[in-house]
């Protein structure tokens, strides 16, 4: 039999989400040693799959099992906290209303999301009236999405990416809100992109809908993958499962639910590094120990990647600097440094500056303007509503290349809210 060449590899990927409910939680989280104190949900807890050319894929699990989650990182959307997701190809991911601005209309939408998925001004040109036939939206086209209903989203979305030609799709829910003949007519599509080699990802509710599109079914389960094998095999669980889950008392449901929740909460890598090194020891010991070397970082992610040590130096080597530079600038006595180590950030209000301006002209030290913190405090720039890196660059008359590097950016995308560095040149 020919292999089929492995589209999406997912190995021991997970996703944590912090819980802290406010900014405030968080920075105070990271005063108390580097985010220990906030609380973490793991929605995904080391899953491992290939997926290959030709495959339709169902993804099943009862509402917060992980599903969007997973396949938003397949999707390349959003990364896996650890582990590693090896994408092949090109993605598109259909969920209602994903990706779309719901204040342009359904053809600027269009525009915007093909070019985003790599398409030229002449190909989208080209497929432009097939698109909005395939959406069945007729002159709502032109009006603004935020006016459209859930099922006429995911019909926009649908069309889009039926004309996108990713090597991998994945259809999140977005079959479920549409009426029959646009679903069945969508279903169809579907099975064509399969024969055309694409790899889908395909979740829905409906077992009727799963039974006609996949042929194969994972089964995820409060961030674990319960099952993953043909229909036939998964499917039948999956409803025993649901049966027994539907007969349980409120009580029993709630109780049910807390513990696995609860396991989400608590989940570590190390945990989840000590199951792994005891599954290759059963399944051979022999060639445990070198697999273990070679998958050693799939357990780490950021911050853990950082051992103690160079933690623990780092810190002291920060509140050296910022103590440091409270006693020269603030003309602070160490025992005071000591007692109020954060007054350099809130006493460098341009006000304070100005202070400090008079202070150091009085008793003949350089004068702040002439110092690199005036500058650097004077050129933070925080990003308005509508605005875009462009624009910010014409009004500071500073080049686009410039902020980017000064900011580490890999791209010219900004936020409202975000703070940027304006650099100037001395
Ligand atoms: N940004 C976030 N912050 C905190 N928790 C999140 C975040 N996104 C998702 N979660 C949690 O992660 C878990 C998995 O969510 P996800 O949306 O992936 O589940 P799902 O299986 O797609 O659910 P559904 O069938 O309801 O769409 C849920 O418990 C959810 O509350």
Known sequence: MVEKKVTVAANHVTKRFDLAERQSDKVKAVFKFWGKGIPNFWAVKGVSFEAHAGETIGVIGTNGSGKSTLLEMVAGLTQPTSGHMTINGSTSIIAIGAGMRPQLTGRANIRLKALMQGMTEKEIDAKMD???????????????????????????????????????????????????????????????????????????????????????????????????????????????????????????????????????????????????????????????????????HAFTEGSEKMGWFTRAFLLVITILTVGLMNKQLLNMSWANVMAHPTHLITNFAPSKLAQLDQRHGRTGSPKPAETPVYTATQNTYTVKDGETLVGIAEKANISVEAIMQANHMTDQVVNPGQVIILPVER
């Open 130 to 296: 097939d698109i909005i036939e395939f959406s069945e939206l007729g002159d709502f086209i032109d009006q603004p999405v935020k006016s459209y209903s859930s099922g006429m989203k995911s019909k926009l979305g649908f069309a889009i990416s039926v004309y996108s030609d990713a090597d991998i799709v994945i259809i999140d829910e977005a079959l479920s809100v549409g009426d029959p003949t646009f679903t069945q007519k969508s279903m169809e599509r579907t099975k064509r992109f399969k024969e055309e080699g694409k790899t889908i990802f395909f979740v829905s509710h409906s077992a009727a809908q799963m039974r006609q599109m996949a042929d194969r079914v994972i089964w995820m389960h409060y961030g674990d993958i319960r099952m993953d094998g043909p229909f036939d095999k998964v499917m039948p669980e999956y409803e025993r499962f649901l049966k027994r889950f539907n007969r349980f008392s409120e009580n029993e449901r709630l109780a049910y639910q807390k513990r696995y929740k609860d396991a989400q909460k608590t989940f570590t890598l190390a945990h989840l590094k000590q199951l792994e090194r005891n599954r290759q020891m059963l399944l051979d010991p022999s060639t445990a120990l070198k697999r273990q070397k070679e998958d050693e």
